[in-house]
């Protein structure tokens, strides 16, 4: 079964500085999607930034953008320029493309932006 | 955009009730889920469903819990007897079609007194 792992149980950072959020997945596919999802306080679901394995091509969406590293199965998150509305918890998630689809995800980072 | 709406946004029962939570997909949607989030804990898969049938559940979906579609826009999970430990938010989420934008609903957070 896949595993996604967030190491960072909490980041801070000023305003207007660079952050990094770290996660790692475990899975024997060649082929699958990946995502990070923003969840602030009011617990809505929101997609911040998707990437399928097949593309060599980081995502990028605005400040967002993300290092796939495919060998090492790994998929950071970093938020340039950082608001105060970047506050939340942030959750790194696995998708396979076969089969019912389900999203695996991490434990979270819950990410400050300090004024 | 389009949106995932879930009902009611917090429902309060007692240990032992049956709860449904009601969710109305985006209309053109055919992919539907439902996950839950204990507090503080991460995002768990309960169960999805494609052509009127459930198409994989996870270990958290035994018989207490079941989903239904009965009238082509509603997607319901019931809980037929509330533990404590089922209190947590309960997000509904659809899509078009595999590989596509998933798109979660608001959740319904279920407390179990």
């Known amino acids: 079964a896949q595993t996604v792992t967030q190491s960072q149980p909490e980041m801070s950072v000023q305003e207007a500085e660079t952050v990094t959020l770290s996660c790692t997945y475990d899975?024997?596919?060649?082929?699958?999607?990946l995502f990070w999802y923003k969840q602030p306080p009011s617990r809505q679901m929101i997609l911040v930034i998707r990437?399928?394995?097949?593309?060599?091509q980081n995502a990028t969406e605005n400040r967002f953008s993300v290092n796939f590293q495919k060998a090492a199965k790994s998929f950071s998150l970093k938020i340039s320029d950082s608001q105060l509305g970047d506050t939340a918890m942030y959750f790194c998630?696995?998708?396979?493309?076969?089969?019912?689809?389900?999203?695996?995800f991490g434990q979270g980072t819950r990410l400050t932006i300090n004024p | 955009e389009p949106e995932v709406t879930q009902t009611p946004s917090h429902q309060v029962t007692q240990m032992g009730q049956e709860v449904i939570l009601r969710c109305v997909p985006i209309s053109n949607h055919l992919y539907f889920y439902w996950y839950r989030q204990i507090l503080g804990q991460k995002v768990e898969f309960l169960v999805s469903f494609y052509n009127n049938e459930i198409s994989e559940k996870s270990e958290i979906f035994d018989d207490q819990f079941s989903v239904e579609r009965p009238d082509g826009s509603n997607f319901t999970l019931k809980i037929r007897s509330t533990k404590l430990e089922d209190s947590a938010m309960y997000f509904c989420?659809?899509?078009?079609?595999?590989?596509?934008?998933?798109?979660f609903g608001s959740g319904t957070q279920l407390s179990v007194l």
């Open positions: 998630a696995f998708m396979n493309v076969w089969g019912a689809q389900k999203l695996v």
């Open positions: 989420a659809s899509r078009t079609g595999r590989g596509e934008k998933l798109f």
């Open positions: 990437q399928e394995a097949y593309k060599q």
């Open positions: 899975t024997s596919e060649n082929n699958y999607y």
